[in-house]
């Protein structure tokens, strides 16, 4: 869905923005939200510490438990659990360990059935473990529909598809034409899918990260929130952590800190964060919900280099993200950037666009927030400070399923075990690193101009996409 004139706000997405709260969906709950926890005052000593309070560090901390219930395990958050990327994504939860198969088998080819095979294990343990705990968070393996809306993209996807079925890797996976895929989702703009009925499911991301606390706490990890760490150094035979109004010494550490700046200043020039966007709708009535159909619930992303994500809720309301991903110079980070009107309007106007049918349908919220890419679009791992500390990063948006796998990885590097995850390449190598301001920013800049380029261009890409690809460094959005 490319953009052009028709983008700028119709009366139509005006009015339909009128009433809309600027806050998270997610996080505007507080029948379950939970009031948040005590800071850390004084000293702590412990085995494991964990740093962070989203999913990467909540799953840390619940599955080292799981691994060994006598280690002593602090987790400390600089805010409260679940209030950044966590708890106000899109809430497709994603086998997907590589950012979609085509960008794993792109650059892992030797380790792509491996990997895809990982990756659905580790969505059936995410299912089993939000079962296990009794976490309530609307948990619906629904699968999800890769969509085209342009010519080139359907193509695109038919080839994604054979890719598949060649190399085995085609089990749950569908090829829909035009009036396949509209039997699934109403909409005029589609022209073919690709439906992966296994390979993701829906759920509520706060909850997700609220229910994981709970966990973890009844496990006996000791949560501190508003416990930012301000430093991270060698102490004796482990490491130190300070916070506003106290020190916690620990064997090991792991970091779950994801796009704000590691505590591990060399990892610092491999992560980009950048601002995502979405809209929540009103609770569609019987009948706007009939004229869409989308009686699979599945979750839906269209196919362009700027795309969108949408999906629904259990309330039957309608997510509706993506397409503008915003990059600050300097790599800032700021609250003053969660709301963007400019933004808002755009995405307004597309969505009526995509379902004219909903015209009336109101916006309850608006949000914004930052979220870590990396140049290769999927996680990296490493350790530091003679392997006491682990570290996972650069989930680039798909984070709410592979941080667990990413978890799993840390605890692994953290033991000096070789694991089938440690040997492989996604583990063991890193992406390229950005380059320093300005460059970066320029670089940024001129990627995100050939992208929406490309996607007027009938998706071919220019000659900086080529190089860009060339390097390894090839980018989505």
């Not at 000293?43 to 619940?62: F, H, I, K, N, Q």
């Not at 299912?127 to 699968?143: K, L, M, N, P, S």
């Amino acid at each position: 869905m490319t953009d052009s004139p028709a983008s700028s706000a119709s009366p139509v997405a005006l009015r339909a923005l009128a009433g809309a709260r600027p806050e998270p969906y997610w996080l505007d709950d507080p029948e379950h939200r939970p009031e948040p926890g005590a800071a850390l005052v004084g000293d702590e000593r412990c085995d494991l510490l964990v740093v962070g309070g989203g999913y990467s560090g909540l799953w840390t901390a619940l599955l080292a438990k799981e691994r060994d219930p006598g280690r002593d395990v602090v987790l400390i958050e600089g805010r409260e659990l679940g209030w950044a990327a966590s708890g106000r994504n899109g809430g497709f939860c994603a086998a997907s360990l590589t950012h979609g198969f085509a960008n794993g088998l792109a650059r892992w080819p030797g380790e792509i059935a491996r990997l895809e095979e990982l990756g659905h294990r580790n969505l059936d343990a995410i299912e089993e473990a939000v079962q296990r705990y009794g976490i309530d968070c609307d948990f619906e393996r629904t699968g999800e529909i890769a969509l085209a809306t342009e010519p080139h993209q359907a193509e695109e996807l038919r080839e994604a598809a054979e890719d598949a079925r060649r190399l085995g890797l085609d089990e749950g996976l569908t090829f829909l034409d035009g009036d396949a895929v509209r039997e699934h989702v109403d909409s005029p703009t589609f022209l073919a899918g690709l439906w992966d009925r296994r390979g993701v499911a829906m759920l509520n991301p706060a909850r997700l990260a609220w229910g994981l606390g709970r966990a973890c706490a009844e496990a006996g990890v000791r949560v501190y929130e508003r416990t930012p760490a301000r430093e991270l150094a060698a102490y004796g035979d482990g490491v130190a952590a300070r916070t506003p109004y106290g020190r916690v010494f620990a064997r090991r550490a792991a970091l779950g800190t994801n796009a704000f700046p590691s505590l591990v200043r060399r990892v610092r020039p491999y992560i980009v964060p950048v601002y995502d966007y979405a809209l929540m709708t009103e609770p569609l009535s019987a009948r706007q919900l009939a004229s869409v159909g989308w009686s699979g619930r599945q979750g839906l992303s269209d196919s362009a280099n700027h795309f969108h994500y949408f999906r629904l809720t259990a309330d039957n309301r309608i997510l509706w993200g993506g397409y503008d991903i915003l990059y600050h110079y300097g790599s800032r980070i700021a609250a003053e950037h969660d709301q963007r009107p400019e933004t808002f309007r755009k995405l307004a106007a597309h969505f009526f666009r995509c379902f004219p049918q909903l015209e009336g349908l109101g916006f309850s919220h608006t949000w914004g927030g930052v979220i870590d890419t990396c140049s290769r679009f999927s996680p990296f791992f490493g350790t530091s400070h003679g392997g006491r500390v682990g570290y996972a990063a650069g989930f680039t948006g798909l984070g709410v399923g592979a941080t667990r796998f990413g978890a799993e990885v840390m605890l692994d590097l953290l033991s000096g075990e070789r694991t089938e995850r440690t040997e492989l390449e996604l583990v063991r190598k890193k992406p390229l690193p950005f380059p320093p301001e300005p460059v970066r920013w320029a670089g940024i800049g001129l990627t995100q101009w050939s992208l929406a380029r490309a996607d007027a261009r009938g998706g071919r890409r220019n000659l900086w996409l080529r190089a860009m690809d060339g390097v390894g460094m090839g980018f989505d959005s």
